[in-house]
């Protein structure tokens, strides 16, 4: 297996900009989450899906973020319209079963808005 | 105060030193995870622990839950050790949602 997808691995985009990332998870796993990472806050958890379905967005910080999973291959993080304070390195991760079983991660997007 | 701390914040050891880091969190927790991010960014899940102690080559992981504290030790550190560790818990209560420590930065000099 080619392990979790991201795309793309840099993304550079003015503040005002609609950003997406995308994400295809690991064939067969039910779970898929979306994760940031900035140098202040470390590693934090936005949102999660189990079979397509968003279980818990307590993590997204605002409006203008938003995810989706339309179908089991495939998921986008969305954020619209951006700001400088996004600039982060986004992580999509996906497992099997249950939250807390191993997560396989992908490569990660980092994004820079000027 | 963070509900999972990490220490030490940064560590440099000789190729072969016993490393230990330290995981302390002050809620309760269903299990606790720790993740390895190499210098080039990638992040890689070595254990979840719920109780005990796991050992995956070199590796160990513990977890006392009574005490709410995590080590995870290296034994025989090389430098392709050097990675940040990055210990996770999974609240028992709220969302259950993954909290995070802010990682411990490990060199290993040869």
């Known amino acids: 297996d080619a392990g979790v997808i991201q795309s793309p691995r840099h993304e550079v985009t003015e503040m005002g900009q609609e950003v997406t990332l995308r994400c295809k998870p690991i064939?067969?796993?039910?779970?898929l989450f979306w994760y940031r990472q900035t140098m202040m806050r470390g590693l934090e958890l936005l949102i999660y899906f189990n079979n397509n379905v968003p279980i818990d967005d307590s993590g997204m910080p605002e409006d203008r973020f938003s995810a989706k999973m339309p179908n089991a291959s495939f998921s986008t993080l969305k954020i619209q319209p951006s700001e400088p304070r996004d600039s982060a390195v986004y992580f999509c991760a996906s497992s099997l079963a249950s939250l807390f079983n191993e997560q396989y991660f992908g490569p990660g997007t980092r994004l820079t808005v000027t | 105060k963070n509900e999972v701390e990490q220490s030490p914040q940064n560590l440099t050891a000789q190729e072969g030193e016993f490393i230990t880091i330290n995981c302390s969190y002050s809620v309760g927790i269903s299990a606790l995870h720790w993740l390895q991010q190499h210098p080039g960014g990638g992040i890689v899940s070595l254990f979840m622990l719920s109780s005990g102690k796991k050992k995956h080559g070199r590796l160990i992981a513990t977890i006392n839950i009574q005490e709410k504290h995590s080590s995870l030790h290296i034994t025989a550190s090389h430098p392709r050790d050097s990675a940040v560790y990055i210990c996770?818990?999974?609240?028992?209560?709220?969302?259950?949602?993954?909290?995070f420590g802010q990682g411990t930065r490990l060199t290993i000099n040869p």
């Open positions: 996770a818990v999974r609240l028992i209560q709220g969302a259950q949602k993954l909290v």
């Open positions: 064939s067969g796993h039910d779970y």
